[in-house]
C-alpha cells in the first residue's frame, strides 16, 4: 500500500568532478561543469512544492563546490533535511563554512589502515579524515563514518567501530556495495557476510538498513513485482540543470529543467517514464542503495518494516525525525 504519493528526496549532483578515483566509482570518469546559484534556488522552490523533504549534495566530491555553504543555507532556510558525503580531503578546509548546515554529514572511510584505504580511494585522504573528524568534533558537529561493505573488507567494521566510531560518540553507516553499469565492485557479498552485517546493526551507534539486507536475498528489484520506487520517490537533477530519469545510475533520459521543474516533473512525457520504475530489463536484480532506502519509505510491504527500525535508530540519535513530518 503506497503511504507516500510524492517524491521525498532530491540527488542534487553539485558537480560530477571529484578530487578521488575511487575504483568502485566510475563518476570521476566525467567531465563536469558546477550547479549555478540561480537554478538551484529556481529548483529549491520547486523541490518545496513538489514535497521534497531531503536534499543530497552530492557528486562527485560535493565540496569542490565553491558555495556549497550557500546552497545548503539555502535549502536550510526552506526546511529541508540536508546530507553531504565526502572524502575528507577538503573538509578541514570548508569546515567552518559548513558548520550547522549539514543535517547528515558524512566522512567516508572502508579501512582503518591507511594504505588500503588510500588504495580504493586512489588518492591519499587517510590522514584527512582522521584530521577532519577531529575538527568536526570541536566544532561541534556529529559526522557519521560511511563505511563501503565489500567482502573483502567485512572483518575490519570492528576495529573502525572500536578505533574511530565508539571513542568519538559517532555513528557508523554500513553501506553494503552495490553493482551498476560496468563498474567492478569485486566478489559478491556472502550469505555469511550479510549476516555479519544483520548483527552489527544491531550493535551501538551503528545503522544498517537491514532491508538492504532482505533485498539482497531475495536476489534483488524484481521488474515483475518492482520494490524500486525511484523515480517517484527521488528527483534527481545533474550538474547540467537536467531532471534525469529514472535514476542517476540508469539514466535512459534527461530533461533540461529550465527554471520549470515543478510543471516538468508533473508532465506527461516524464511521469510516463516514472510509470516504468524498477520495470525496466535494467532494473532486475538492482540493488542500489541510494534508490532503494526511499522506496522502502513511501509504501508499507515486508521491506519497509525491515527498515523501519534501524531507519528510526538513525533519526532519533541525529535528532532530524522531528523534520521528517
Known amino acids: 500500500m503506497r503511504i507516500i504519493n510524492h517524491p521525498i528526496l532530491c540527488n542534487y549532483?553539485?558537480?560530477?568532478?571529484?578530487?578521488a578515483s575511487c575504483s568502485f566509482c566510475d563518476i570521476w570518469e566525467k567531465p563536469s561543469p558546477y550547479i549555478t546559484l540561480q537554478n538551484f534556488k529556481d529548483n529549491l522552490r520547486d523541490l518545496k512544492k513538489l514535497g521534497v523533504k531531503v536534499i543530497d549534495f552530492t557528486g562527485g566530491e560535493p565540496l569542490l563546490h565553491r558555495d556549497l555553504d550557500i546552497l545548503l543555507a539555502e535549502a536550510k532556510a526552506m526546511g529541508m533535511i540536508t546530507t553531504v558525503t565526502t572524502n575528507c580531503l577538503l573538509y578541514p578546509k570548508y569546515a567552518e563554512r559548513l558548520k550547522n548546515k549539514v543535517d547528515m554529514l558524512h566522512f567516508s572511510l572502508d579501512s582503518p589502515d591507511e594504505d588500503a584505504h588510500n588504495k580504493s580511494r586512489g588518492v591519499k585522504c587517510f590522514d584527512k579524515v582522521v584530521e577532519s573528524i577531529a575538527i568536526a568534533k570541536k566544532l561541534?558537529?556529529?559526522?557519521?563514518?560511511?563505511?563501503?561493505?565489500?567482502?573483502?573488507?567485512?572483518?575490519?567494521?570492528?576495529?573502525?567501530?572500536?578505533?574511530?566510531?565508539?571513542?568519538?560518540?559517532?555513528?557508523?553507516?554500513?553501506n553494503p556495495v552495490f553493482d551498476y553499469n560496468n563498474v567492478e565492485t569485486g566478489e559478491k557479498l556472502s550469505d555469511e557476510s550479510l549476516n555479519k552485517l544483520l548483527w552489527w546493526g544491531k550493535q551501538k551507534n551503528v545503522f544498517l538498513n537491514e532491508a538492504f539486507i532482505t533485498l539482497r536475498k531475495n536476489g534483488g528489484n524484481d521488474i515483475n513485482n518492482p520494490i524500486c520506487k525511484a523515480a517517484s520517490s527521488t528527483i534527481v537533477i545533474s550538474p547540467e540543470n537536467k531532471l534525469v530519469l529514472p535514476c542517476y545510475h540508469l539514466?535512459?533520459?534527461?530533461?533540461?529543467?529550465?527554471?520549470?521543474?515543478?510543471?516538468?516533473?508533473?508532465?506527461?512525457?516524464?511521469?510516463?517514464?516514472v510509470a516504468l520504475e524498477g520495470k525496466l530489463k535494467e532494473c532486475e536484480g538492482c540493488t542500489i542503495n541510494c534508490y532503494m532506502q526511499p522506496s522502502f519509505s513511501v509504501e508499507i510491504n515486508k521491506y519497509f518494516?525491515?527498515?523501519?527500525?534501524?531507519?528510526l535508530k538513525y533519526n532519533f540519535i541525529?535528532?532530524?525525525?522531528?523534520?521528517?513530518?
Open 13 to 19: 549532483y553539485v558537480t560530477y568532478r571529484c578530487n
Open 140 to 174: 561541534g558537529e556529529r559526522p557519521d563514518i560511511l563505511f563501503t561493505v565489500f567482502e573483502n573488507n567485512i572483518e575490519l567494521i570492528e576495529r573502525v567501530w572500536r578505533e574511530f566510531t565508539q571513542p568519538n560518540n559517532l555513528m557508523l553507516i554500513l
Open 318 to 325: 541525529k535528532g532530524t525525525w522531528k523534520n521528517l513530518f
Open 251 to 273: 539514466g535512459s533520459k534527461e530533461f533540461l529543467i529550465d527554471n520549470n521543474l515543478h510543471e516538468l516533473y508533473n508532465s506527461t512525457d516524464v511521469q510516463n517514464i
Open 305 to 311: 518494516w525491515k527498515a523501519l527500525p534501524s531507519t
